[in-house]
């Protein structure tokens, strides 16, 4: 799998640096979308997983985007993210994620995640060592995954959540059959469902 820097660098910081600031610019400068909403207690990132394929959906409140891959992160807290890197020229930095706690497996070949949260970031967020850091607003949905983590092998992603000013978040994610890409960045005790195990 071909990945470029910038994206998997803002996605690092995205599921590192859960903080909060006023609101995130996507490609769009002209319509922030508003983001008013407490920050998340601070965690780091312990699993990194990354999938190779497509977005037959993306979209984010209204508006239609491709992408260049998608990450599921597992926080040191049990937090979880499936982070979308935006296939887009104008930010490369420009990175989406669906944010929630208490994933569970519901056998081996699927994985739920209720989303409490969408993660936003582009190139106009504030940064923190130099990496923007994502805005966050409070959502209610749901992420599934299907195919098996611990094989490595993951069919496709689907999530829907609406935020808590109405707006649509949508993603159907295809994998194109690469095994998926693993990255244990810390030692930590996983979450009860976490769907490596």
């Known amino acids: 799998m071909r990945l470029c820097r910038p994206p998997l660098a803002a996605m690092l910081a995205l599921a590192t640096t859960l903080a909060v600031s006023l609101s995130p610019c996507f490609a769009d400068a002209s319509k922030p979308i ?49 982070a979308v890197a935006v296939d887009d020229p104008s930010d490369d930095s420009h990175v989406v994620s669906f944010s929630g706690e208490n994933g569970k497996r519901a056998d081996d070949n699927s994985y739920e995640l209720p989303i409490d949260r969408m993660l936003l970031n582009s190139k106009d967020r504030p ?4 990496l923007p850091v994502p805005a966050e607003q409070a959502s209610t949905g749901l992420c599934r995954q299907t195919g098996n983590f611990a094989a490595r092998k993951v069919n496709d992603v689907t999530c829907s959540a609406t935020d808590s000013e109405g707006r649509r978040y949508e993603l159907l994610f295809v994998s194109d059959g690469t095994p998926v890409s693993v990255r244990r960045i810390r030692q930590s005790s996983p979450s009860i469902q976490d769907p490596f195990k």
């Open 127 to 130: 940064k923190v060592d130099g």
């Open 34 to 82: 508003p983001v008013n909403n407490p920050p998340a207690p601070n965690a780091f990132v312990d699993l990194l997983a990354l999938m190779s394929g497509h977005c037959k959906t993306f979209n984010v409140a209204g508006r239609t985007f491709a992408c260049k891959t998608v990450a599921y992160a597992h926080g040191d807290k049990g937090r979880v993210n499936f």
